[in-house]
Structure formats: C-alpha cells, structure tokens
C-alpha cells in the first residue's frame, strides 16, 4: 500500500494489515483485493446487488432485535445505515471483485465491515474500533455467507428483471405502434430468403410484437421462482448459530422491506447447495436475447441497401459508417443488440457450468453466476432501451419500393390458385420470371379470369389475409416494482 496514504492497522486471524485510514471497508476486505484481481471489476458496478445486500442485512437485524439477540441500539443502526445504501451512500466502498473465490464470502464481509464502519462514526468512534461495533458479531449475526449471499443475488436478480421487463415492455409497444402505422403498405414475405406470398409491413412489425410479449410472460413467471430464499440456513442448511424463530423472522421483515413476496425453501439444505434456479433465469434471458437478435437480423436484412439491397425500410441514421466510403451508414444499433445477445447465450453457458460444478452441501461458483446472470440484465435492459429509442421509433417504410416488389412478384400467384389450379399457375410464374411480364396481364390474355376477379383476388385485402393485422395485441400491465 502507498506509504503516503494514512492507514490503520487490523487484525484478523491470519494476522495484521494495514487498511486506508479513511475506508469503511477492513482487513477481510483488504485481503480479497489483493487475492482476486481478476476482472477489475468492482460489486460497485452492481447497485442492485448492493441494494439487495443491504436489505438483507437490514431485514436480519430486525429479526434479531425481534428475537433479542442484538441490542436495540446495533439493531436500529444498521437498519439506519442500510436505508442510506439503498438511498445511495457508499456504494464505492463495495469494492471486491465480482469474481471471487470463496463462494460470496468476500462480498458478504464487505458489506459487513462497511456496515459495521459507518456504524461505528455514528456512534462518535473511529473506524476499525470494532470492539464497540462488530462486523461479525453484530452485523452478521445469525447469518452466513451461505445463506446471505444467494438471498442478495436472487433479490438483486429480481430487481434486474424488473427493470428489465419495464424497458421491454416499452419496446414491445413500440413495434406494436410500428405494427399499426404500417397496417396497410403490402409487401412480399419470404421464406428461406426467397419471394413468398404477400403480407403487410404491419404484420411483420406486429409479429416482433408478439414474439416479444411471449418473452415478456416467460421473465415474468421467473420471478416467484428467484423469490424462494434460505434465510436461516446458516452455513449448510442445519440453522447452527441461529434462534429457531429466525428464518421466518428475516423473511417477514424482508418482505416488509422489499415489497416484494417471498417464502422460505421447504428444505433448507437443498435450498443451500442447489443453483438449479440460476439455470432457469439465465436460460430464459438467453430465449428472450436469441429471439430479440432474430428481430435485429431481420432489421439489417429489411433496411439492407439502400440501393442493392432489400431496402424496405429505413433505420434512422445514427452515425456514420465508414472511414473509407463517404455516406456510407451501417445499421449499427441492431448490431449492438445483436452483440448483447452473443454475451448473454455465452453467459448462459457460463452459468450452467458453474451450476454443475456445486460439490456437496454449497456450490462454490455463485459469484461467476451473479455476475453473468447481473451483467445479462443489464446488458438487456439496456438494448432494449437503444434499440427502441435510437431505433424502431425513427423507422420508415419505403413505399415505392415495396409497392414495386409487389407489383413485379410472381408470388402474388399463390393467391390464384384456388382459381386457376396449381399447375397452371406455375406455369404462369415461370413465364412471368423469364419474360418479367406482370401476372394479372398473363391471367387476363390467356383468358382465365377477367380483370375485376383479378382485381379483386389480388386486393390488398386478400393477399394479406383479408386484415391488415394478424390479430389482437394486447401489452402487458406494467412489472411491479420491488
């Protein structure tokens, strides 16, 4: 450590260290940066799980007060203390690395001793004094890393969903709105990247609608699961250290905390050494991420262009492309997306190795699969906003050529057919592609239908389905917020 910063000395039962003079955080704390420096990244970078951490402590010191193992001034200190780190305070002061050895523990004693610190100038003393205030003995109290760290990850979670799920609702909304203003502007479909039958522009928007509403209902549903916490295990399952009244004491004040449901696992030593639930969460983002990159594919190849390509639709310019060809711009916000989803389907395969890598009573790994799973919400909930806001929102349809598309396609000959018979209606397209005459005039000269049935069974109406869109959309309520 720099000679020129004032310092303090602590004790732990390896020995002594010394600690800047001005940090909440101590000597537990002071090993693990020396130990893990592996990402350069910081629990700081995740206020959700220092919100998550700081509820839980909160909530388990009203338990003990309750129950009477702490004293009502402890007690009342650090509830004080946690309400000023979910108002903000001293997130900077979590410093560890998110990836870390341990299982939590690193985290968990972070959080204590900052706790236990800003306690301590509360009470007039200074830091490090732990004698009048324990990060331990007081801030831990009934606790472990094994039961608080996988409780503060799954809140921490639950909070990403739901500001995740409020950015993609938004984003649904806004395809959906796409969907209406382009209701009635017929285009050509395709399949396999070839010329299919007609639809509208409004359909395929409202499709990415509806793909995301599913998305939506399945990171919904994940919620109750992450909201099964051990509270009260303590280190395997067995409850050592903690009062029998204990787990449904912190769970209650939990929920008093949070707003937000939850119960105690059933078995607490399953509960304890099962990760099952991450696979699941992560899992589902993966879905939700894949699906999202299929729409952005479909952006690039729909605005490709503008001249040589499909150049159906126009994303709004938001930077230039190149360095080298002048009024070149790429479509570089579906890009990102695409991006995020790349990182989260490979964070999903992090996140299954962790989990299957547990030995008996605890799985070590929980840190790698907090941050994987932490920076996939993240991540998402941010594509969301940029592909809506930089994105979808400015999206415009270029009409000439979509109505020169249909005009010269041969698969508007599918919906003659019933008319006419396959056989020769095969016929037709494939002297309409070799001669490129236009297939109303083809079915009028060889004297099949006349021009009005043409007319009629070629309406925008019929080659689209006979409505513009393809059914009710219907957004969902707004997530509840923790």
């Known amino acids: 450590m720099d000679g020129s910063i004032p310092t303090r000395i602590e004790t732990d039962s390896l020995g002594s260290m010394p600690v800047p003079a001005t940090a909440y955080w101590g000597i537990h704390t002071a090993r693990a ?6 990402t350069r990244r910081a629990i700081y970078n995740y206020p959700d799980l220092i919100r998550a951490l700081a509820r839980v402590k909160q909530a388990a010191a009203r338990a ?5 193992v702490l004293e009502p001034r402890k007690a009342e200190l650090i509830d004080r203390v946690c309400e000023e780190i979910v108002g903000g305070a001293l997130h900077l002061e979590f410093c560890v690395g998110a990836i870390q050895g341990g299982a939590g523990t690193s985290t968990n004693m972070n959080t204590n001793e900052v706790i236990a610190n800003r306690c301590l100038e509360l009470m007039g003393h200074e830091k490090g004094q732990y004698e009048f205030f324990s990060p331990i ?26 500001r995740l799920l409020a950015e993609h609702r938004l984003l649904t909304a806004s395809f959906a709105a796409k969907g209406r203003e382009f209701a009635s502007i017929l285009k050509i479909g395709r399949t396999q990247l070839q010329d299919a039958v007609p639809m509208t522009l409004g359909q395929e928007f409202t499709g990415f609608a509806h793909t995301l509403i599913e998305d939506y209902d399945r990171l919904t549903e994940t919620i109750p699961w992450m909201n099964e916490i051990n509270m009260g295990a303590t280190a395997i399952g067995t409850g050592i250290t903690a009062d029998p009244r204990y787990a449904e004491a912190v769970r209650r004040h939990l929920v008093e905390v949070t707003g937000i449901e939850m119960e105690t696992a059933p078995d607490l030593i399953e509960a304890t050494a099962d990760a099952g639930i991450f696979m699941t969460l992560s899992g589902t983002l993966k879905r939700a991420a894949v699906k999202l990159s299929k729409i952005c594919n479909d952006l690039r190849l729909l605005s490709s262009g503008p001249q040589a390509g499909l150049g159906e639709i126009t994303l709004p310019p938001r930077q230039a492309g190149s360095s080298i060809m002048p009024g070149k711009v790429n479509p570089v916000i579906p890009e990102v997306v695409n991006q995020v989803a790349f990182a989260v389907i490979g964070a999903d395969a992090t996140v299954t190795a962790a989990a299957e890598a547990g030995q008996l009573q605890l799985n070590a790994f929980e840190p790698v699969i ?24 400015g999206i415009t349809a270029n009409m000439d050529r979509l109505a020169m598309q249909v005009e010269s396609s041969v698969g508007v000959v599918t919906a003659l057919t019933p008319y006419i018979g396959y056989a020769t209606a095969a016929s037709l397209a494939h002297t309409a592609l070799t001669s490129n005459a236009s297939i109303k005039d083809l079915v009028v000269d060889a004297g099949l239908m006349t021009p009005e049935k043409v007319a009629q069974v070629l309406s925008p109406e019929k080659l689209s389905g006979m409505v513009p869109l393809t059914g009710p959309l219907i957004l969902p309520d707004a997530p509840p917020r923790g």
Do not use: H
């Open 33 to 38: 940066l020396a130990n893990f420096p592996i």
């Open 64 to 68: 003990n007060l309750e129950l009477g």
């Open 137 to 162: 003995d007081d801030v831990n109290r009934s606790q472990s890393t094994n039961d608080v760290y996988p409780t503060a990850i799954k809140l921490a979670m639950v909070f990403g969903i739901q």
């Open 370 to 393: 907090a941050n994987s799973i932490l920076q996939s919400l993240a991540w998402m909930t941010n594509a969301c906003y940029t592909l809506r806001v930089n994105c979808i929102d």
